[in-house]
């Protein structure tokens, strides 16, 4: 057993828990949006970050990913932490702010609107890569992957047209925690029609 | 081509013995007072056309007859470092320097110069400042202030040649620690000397050795980073096509100490002559044993394996890299767990980048406490840098770390054209910041450099002058690393086009000084917040800029001018008519025909057709065309 | 069935989602009291580490054997659950899910109370099933034998080695002696690959070198038996000599397509019009032709626009050997313009320098062969033109062949007339293998070039090989819910074999027509359709039993109230749109029970008939989009299993609509709650069943009727088969086969009865009394004792006169 | 000058590297290399060999900047925007021949003759401004220069 404080209360933790793990099973609430249960975390979202401190220093940390150690003191709610929430779901409000879901998630941190530009008011995506681990990890198919990087990533099967690894199970769509992977799968789990033209220039 | 299984055996060196022996009798063959003839093979220099300074000097050697003894023929060697000043040719054992060589004078060198003894003027350094010839490379300033530890070889042997390395006394150090040491001895000595990774964080290369090395037996990895992938930096790639010995000896003693049988080099693909001298080098050390099986007689095995980058920053971080070799989306992985613990295919790695390599072979071979006694108290040893932007004398220096940062500028470089002083040092890359003219006095080492909001990272060093604008600069390192960012966690994919997004708005004179301050908040959060230390250091261009800069920002902001002439949206360009002759250039060069004008006659821009591509002011021969 | 198991269950908190919204002490403290039921447990989060802990923990304290999961969506969480009890030594089939957040906490407005209730009666269903399970043990899959290549297609020799690469033994069974022959007739099959048979001849040499291929030369293919890991292959002998019969452990079938010539409307006349093969033979003995030579690319004319690539990369090549060996030949390719020039551009600056003109045009004006000159419409300017030719060479017409088609319907592939091979993917789980495509190769598949085919052939070596190596290491086993045959109950009819989808149904032995199956493992996608349309019950899918189902519903149908609904979802479908609804919270009526299968297809009638009999009003069945099933037609054979329900529903004097067939779409979870709503309002409508002894006497009755063979075999004739287009279109003269089945129906209905009614009172019946006791009419009653003593179910004795019935 | 080579020998690409997923990018270039773009067949051909699922291949084929899954034109420009370049104008170098060549911006010519790229830094930044035609160093470029050049490469 390793003993830790969280927001200034002592609590337990067996090594190989994550501070997320710690938290949660003491009852305290951290926000998440890549992470699922069935899947490995993957630290992306940074919205589940808690702060370090060690006398003067403090740092901020994925609490998904991090291991819980002894004599660690964690915080969960400090202004350093909110100020990264805060941004990161404003920033998600431009990014994709047809999501219900980012939008009463950002209520609740007190961001209402967003002052940066909105390029697609019909999206929905986060890039958590929620439905990309889950198709990999849960499902074995590997039926779709991220697809170029930076602010160009999106989520999709080769090519972005259907492919014949997915089996239209609908894992993606039930892990996804915006919405965004329903109107995708469309795009993804169609019945591909035998590709005649295969072959390869030599 | 390939040894043969024969060939490889009877090269095979077996014992330390064997190895100083041949070492004995490659420099015995070589007589130091021969007058030999080195010709830069840089990549800058080529690119100057030093492959065919070498042909036509080859030509002029042949047709001047066989009294000349020219021993072994003409060398060709890795970047100088004087890339500005290339085609370079040094005359050995005189060292006589000349530059800006053209084919053209091969025949002069080898008549006057080589038969003669004479100097061929001309082609000699001028100083800037005095305007005197200067005969020798050591009395070059831009040599003259430099330290060489790192690049003390490279200009001096051929790095396809590894009889050459070994003359200057390659793998010493490697065949000291392998036969003479425990690996604990050599990570001692690392930590001894105080050496720190040089790839930019500047974490002590020991320590992080030792966290590796704790875990006993099993697979493990060394890994050396040559994705140097800042722009504006050369210095890993001038060390692998100029020494690569020193590469493959460093992960040799690297390997040795933790416990690895395998290295991985990961080098840019953009560098394929860095990839080929590479490649050669590791065959010719595995044809003398010093890779394989048995190094030595040591009993110790490891070989080196070379990963080509695919094109992407990131993969310069860690664990990105280390994806990348395992063949999949460079994506930084969270740490916890390290890589020392848990890195490349999930086993315990050591990654270190091509100078931090480098300087371990000096190391074992001169000793910790030589090293040590180089440099300053938290920052041993020496740093190269690539000089580069507005500056006189470009290329590559090697210095001591605690030196001031306006020898490094105002010195070695010549300083800055035109001007009596730099506007700004942007030091690290895209992680670094920019130094304004009052740090010139600051002592460049980890620390300091950290404490002044810039670091050293890979040790690139652009030199700005007043007409380069910090908010574009600023602009230019967020649209870099917004491109090149992975785009995994969100604080990076989403913030940085949001920090450039508002740094646009500066450009085009819009926003208010409000917004600063809630740039210094996002910048926070992204930093605070992000994954890997491409987001982590992505606000320093903005941070460092608006620390010495805040008067240009609010310029920009208030006044919506641009002072250095270069936002696109804040600036005009007009023909001043008591110039402008009327020969139609600009004319004929503007894509929108927005200059009209009668021949012979001064000509004038029409604004509202102009879109500001420049072209007029570069075709302009007269200098007629303004920017305001 | 009586396991002795313990059962633990396990409720989530989930942290707000659950715990709030379902008062899950109560849910624990009316678990506890259940006899089923030996231990409950509360974790905060069951699925993250200190959650998986305490699970393991509390089932080595208390010797459990079987978990419930009261949390989320089985589908997305099971396998973790399976992966980390492993270590606990629970397999599959022993852990359950109940998805309480879900189905239960976020979709209704019901108090925390309420809902706890609800939970209580899904997580007794849950666990009543897993009481019903008999674990059985891992299954082993053994590789007897080398590998056989069988077809003789050219994929023989890249599948050869590749497997010989790997180690692996195998046979080539080819028609031809000598490899050289093979390249000689390759064009007929791959015209305009000749730059590629230099590396084909190396692969040739390397597989006759190779001490692990053994080559021989056979006859006709005419049988295949056995499972993965080890076949029988029979062949005929080529000099008439008796069968030859090799014992294998996998087969690879290399099947090349072949290549007809155009008709005569495109004015081929084999001389100076020909096809691509024609073209090859030609350059292949005479050399290249001189003068003009137009290449048409006429796929798009001849309606299969999907080969204009292979077409016109064949027709590149031969353009290509043609001028860079004949100097005086002038090529030009006539395309439509609608077809992407498939060079890159390199081969565009190749093709330049060779002068080789590529002409497009607008396929709205049909091109005209006319004797020297072909006409086209120019895409640009609109106008006709016409080109000269010497030599005018048109794509050819791609098909299957005979060959190919006679060895597919050996390896047990139906397909329809002249199409090609390759089926419609089982998109199950994705580590399995469908047959066609792990053991087929070649451009029998669809139409490939020679590079494609070779490609295949090496894919299908390398999941051989795979398996084989897995199954040499010992780690190769059967999946653990697969489709088993007792081969005690099975008669050999062959019912399972016609209706499986996944091919997994083989012969024990061959050939011969109703001989005992079996499953192959490897192959079963555990569907188990096949299971529920055994007439014995012969079939049982293994730690997923009918029996399980039964227990299930029965469970959950004693519980619910009276307005409340028993519905059973597919994984690819209802299940997963209601999970899916559940993720964002809609609400829909709280009376809906949904149960989950994996296929709705698995639901034996006998299931569904024990709902009603146990108290179930009404049964709703939700399954994938017909089109989109993911056992192909699970749905199709529920549809004829409702049918007959409802036949049955009437035949007892109830509502027919109190058992209906839906499908939902599980990216449409609006769409699946308007499913719910409707039919449980009509379910409201029309109020409970009256449990009066007659009505549960007739119930016990059509519990009885679904599991009579006649009743399952006449079923069993209605399902559809593989290649039948939809349910129930196969039927000539629909009405009369209704009322056919309907007069079976009722037959065995009131035999059912009768049956119970003797066994049940166990004494002598008059017809009378027992037209009394069945409140039916003599007369029908009559022609049924007769058939059931003609049968010898029941004995006829004769007491005072009247004859008495009695069981045997 | 032709990028591609026409009768190179996939199969001889695919066989140079052992069949694990480490190889991925090894092939991924060299195939790159050979024929300037991965084809959807050259991407399968290399996931059967390494057993890499195709979805996770695409995703490396999109992520790294080398890649390219369409085919390039026969000439290949890169104009390097390093810090050295950019502050020595590159950027606006790079802008002018794409307008001249009638790109929006980095790409390929609809007449597959020349691809434009940008390069963040050559290393090569005592030349800035640079751009690389057909793999020759063009130091201290100006815009009418590589115009110059570039033109001539069209003319041939």
Known sequence: MLSLTIDGNKVEAEAGWSLLDTARQNGIEIPTLCYHEAVEPFGACRLCVVELRQGNNSRLVASCVYPAEQGLDVYTASEKVNNVRRWILEMLLSECPASSEIREMAAQYGVQTTRFEISDPEQECILCGLCVRACAQVVGANAISTVGRGAQKEIGSPYLTPGDDCVACGTCVTVCPTGAMSARFERVRGVPSVVMARSVKR | MQATAKDTAELRLGSLEELEKLRGELRAAEDPNHTRIIVCHGTGCIANGSAGVTEALKAALAAAGEDIAVMPGIKTTGCHGFCSRGPLVIIKPKNIFYQQVKPGDAEEIVQKTIKAGEMVESLLYEHPQTGEKIETTEDIPFYAGQQRVVLANIGQIDPTKIDDALRAGAYAGAAKALTNMEPKQVIEAVINSGLRGRGGAGFPTGIKWNLAAKHEGGQKYVLCNADEGDPGAFMDRSVMEGDPHAVVEGMIIGGYAIGADTGYVYVRAEYPLAIKHLEKALRDARAYGLLGENILGSGFNFDIRINRGAGAFVCGEETALMRSVEGKVGEPVPRPPYPSDKGLFGKPSVLNNVETWANVSRILDKGADWFAGLGTEKSKGTKVFALVGKVNNVGLVEVPMGIKLREIVMEIGGGVPGSDHFKAVQTGGPSGGCLPWQDADLPVDFDSLIAAGSMMGSGGMIVMDDRDCMVDVAKYFLGFLEEESCGKCFPCRLGVPRLRETLNRFSKGQGTVEDIDDLYSLAEAIKAGSLCALGGTAPNAVLSTLRYFRDEYETHILEHRCPAGVCKDLITYSIDPEVCTGCRACARACPQNAITGEKKKPHTIDESLCIRCGMCFESCKFGAVQVQ | ?808 | MAQTAIDIDIDEIIERYPGKPEYLIFLLQDIQAAFNYISSEALTLVCDHTGVPESQAYAVATFYNSFSLEPKGENLIHVCLGTACHLKGSGLIAENLMRRLGLDGPGTTEDLKYTVETVNCLGACALAPVAVVNGQYQPKVTSPKLMKTVQKLGDE
């Open chain 3, 1 to 808: 069935m009586a396991n002795e198991c313990k059962i633990g269950v396990f409720l989530c908190e989930c942290g707000r989602r659950i715990a709030p919204l379902v008062d899950l002490s109560q849910l624990k403290e009316q678990l506890e009291g259940d006899p089923l039921i030996g231990y409950v447990g509360v974790e905060p989060f069951s699925c993250l580490a200190p959650g998986m802990a305490s699970i393991k923990k509390a089932i080595a304290d208390n010797g459990l054997d079987r978990v419930v999961i009261a949390g989320c969506e089985a589908r997305v969480m099971l396998s973790k659950f399976e992966h980390e009890l492993a270590a606990s030594g629970l397999e599959a089939g022993q852990i359950d899910i109940v998805n309480l957040r879900g189905h239960v906490a976020q979709v209704s407005d019901q108090s925390p109370e309420e809902k706890a209730a609800k939970g209580f009666k899904l997580i007794k269903a849950v666990a009543a099933g897993l009481e019903a399970l008999s674990p059985t043990a891992h299954e082993k899959v053994e590789f007897t034998g080398p590998a056989m290549i069988l077809g003789g297609g050219i994929a023989t020799y890249s599948a050869a080695q590749e497997l010989s690469r790997r180690g692996i033994e195998c046979i080539a069974a080819v028609s031809t002696d000598e490899w050289e022959d093979e390249i000689r007739m390759l064009h007929e099959h791959y015209p305009g690959e000749r730059h590629y048979y230099d590396r084909l001849e190396a692969i040739m040499k390397e597989v006759d070198a190779s001490p692990l291929v053994r080559r021989i030369t056979v006859g006709e293919l005419t049988s295949l038996a056995g499972r993965t890991g080890g076949y029988h292959v029979t062949f005929s002998d080529p000099m008439g000599g008796p069968p030859r019969v090799y014992e294998v452990g996998a087969v690879i079938a290399a099947l090349d397509g072949q290549m007809l010539n155009q008709g005569s409307n495109f004015g081929h006349d084999g001389r100076n019009v020909i096809c691509h093969t024609e073209a090859e033979e030609m350059l292949w003995t005479l050399g290249a032709p001189e003068g003009k030579v137009v290449f048409w690319l006429n796929d798009y004319e001849a309606g299969h626009p999907e080969y204009c690539y292979l077409s016109s990369r064949a027709a590149w090549s031969m353009a290509r050997y043609m001028r860079e060996r004949s100097p005086l030949t002038k090529v030009t390719m006539l395309y439509n313009h609608q077809m992407a020039v498939p060079l890159s551009a390199g081969e565009r600056a190749a093709s330049r320098k060779l002068g080789i003109n590529w002409v497009p045009y607008d396929g709205a004006l049909r091109p005209t062969v006319q004797s020297g000159f072909v006409t086209y419409c120019d895409p640009e300017d609109h106008l006709e033109h016409e080109m000269p030719w010497d030599k005018l060479i048109l794509s050819p017409r791609r098909s299957v062949g005979h060959e190919a088609t006679k060895v597919a319907h050996i390896l047990g592939l139906e397909h329809e007339e002249g199409a090609f091979l390759e089926e419609h993917k089982q998109r199950v789980r994705p580590e399995q293998v469908g047959r066609d495509e792990a053991y087929l190769a070649g451009s029998a598949r669809y139409p490939c070039d020679l590079h494609e085919a070779l490609r295949q052939g090496r894919r299908a070596a390398v999941k051989t090989a795979e398996m084989v190596a897995k199954a040499t290491a010992g780690e190769l086993f059967a999946p653990r819910m697969v489709c088993v045959v007792d081969q005690s109950k099975c008669i050999g009819c062959g019912l399972c074999k016609e209706i499986c989808d996944c091919g997994g149904i083989e012969p024990v032995e061959g050939p011969g027509g109703n001989i005992p199956r079996h499953v192959d493992p490897m192959v079963c996608t555990g569907g188990g359709t096949c299971a529920a349309a055994c007439p014995y019950h012969a079939l049982t899918i293994q730690n997923n039993t009918t029996s399980q189902r039964e227990a299930r519903v029965s469970t959950l149908s004693k519980a619910l109230n009276p307005d409340e609904v028993v519905a059973f979802g597919c994984a690819w479908g209802g299940l997963a749109a209601a999970d899916n609804a559940g993720v964002k919270g809609m609400a829909y009526d709280p009376r809906l029970y949904m149960l989950r299968v994996s296929c709705i297809g698995q639901l034996d009638p006998s299931v569904l008939a024990r709902a009603f009999l146990e108290g179930a009003n009404s049964l709703l069945l939700i399954g994938c989009p017909p089109e989109d099933c993911h056992h192909s037609y699970g749905l199709d054979h529920t549809w004829s299993r409702v049918n007959l329900m409802k036949k049955l529903l009437a035949l007892c004097g109830f509502d027919r609509r109190r058992i209906a067939l839906a499908h939902a779409d599980l990216n449409r979870p609006e769409e699946y709650i308007k499913t719910v709503n409707s039919f449980i309002t009509t379910m409201a409508e029309l109020g409970p069943i009256e449990r009066t002894l007659e009505n549960q006497e007739k119930l016990a009755g059509l519990y009885a009727t679904v599991n009579s063979p006649r009743v399952r075999w006449v079923l069993g004739a209605t399902l559809r088969r593989p290649w039948e287009e939809v349910y129930p279109g196969n039927q000539r003269n629909a009405l009369a086969f209704d009322r056919d089945m309907m007069g079976v129906v009722s037959e065995e209905f009131i035999k059912a009865r009768v049956a119970n009614l003797l066994k049940e009172q166990a004494r002598p019946f008059q017809l009378r009394e027992l037209a009394a006791a069945l409140h039916e009419d003599e007369k029908p009653l009559m022609d049924s004792l007769r058939e059931m003593v003609g049968e010898g179910v029941v004995g006829r004795m004769h007491k005072d006169g009247v004859a008495h019935y009695v069981m045997r």
